[in-house]
C-alpha cells in the first residue's frame, strides 16, 4: 500500500486549506483512513479519521473545523481545514489502517503564520 499526500503549504490565520491523500496498491474494503500532526517538538497526534462505513472522528481541536470526506471509490482522503490557527502548524501525515497493519504517507507540511 502506498499513499500519496498533497495540499500542504502556508496560510494566513483564519484560512483554509484541503489536503489530499491517495492511496493506492492492495486496499481492502473494511479500512480506516484519515490523518495524523506531528508539530515541532510535539508527538504525533491524531486529527481525523473516517472508517469505511462513513464514521468519522475527531479531535476536540479541530471539531467544528476541519472536515475529512473520502471518495465514492474510498482510496481518497480529503481534509478541508478552515479557520486555521498558528497552533494548527505541523506535518499531516495521511494513513491507512486495515487488517491491523497501519500504513503511513509521507506527511505534508502545513504552516499557519502571518
Known amino acids: 500500500v502506498q499513499l500519496q499526500a498533497s495540499g500542504g503549504g502556508l496560510v494566513q490565520p483564519g484560512g483554509s486549506l484541503r489536503l489530499s491523500c491517495a492511496a493506492s496498491?492492495?486496499?481492502?474494503?473494511?479500512?480506516?483512513m484519515g490523518w495524523y500532526r506531528q508539530a515541532p517538538g510535539k508527538q504525533r497526534e491524531l486529527v481525523a479519521t473516517?472508517?469505511?462505513?462513513?464514521?468519522?472522528n475527531y479531535a476536540d481541536s479541530v471539531k467544528g473545523r476541519f472536515t475529512i470526506s473520502r471518495d465514492s471509490a474510498k482510496i481518497t482522503v480529503d481534509l478541508q481545514m478552515s479557520a486555521l490557527q498558528p497552533e494548527d502548524t505541523a506535518v499531516y501525515y495521511c494513513?491507512?489502517?486495515?487488517?491491523?497493519?497501519?500504513?503511513w504517507g509521507k506527511g505534508t507540511l502545513v504552516t499557519v503564520s502571518s
Open positions: 473516517m472508517i469505511s462505513s462513513g464514521r468519522t
Open positions: 496498491g492492495s486496499i481492502f474494503a473494511i479500512n480506516v
Open positions: 494513513f491507512l489502517s486495515q487488517l491491523g497493519i497501519n500504513h
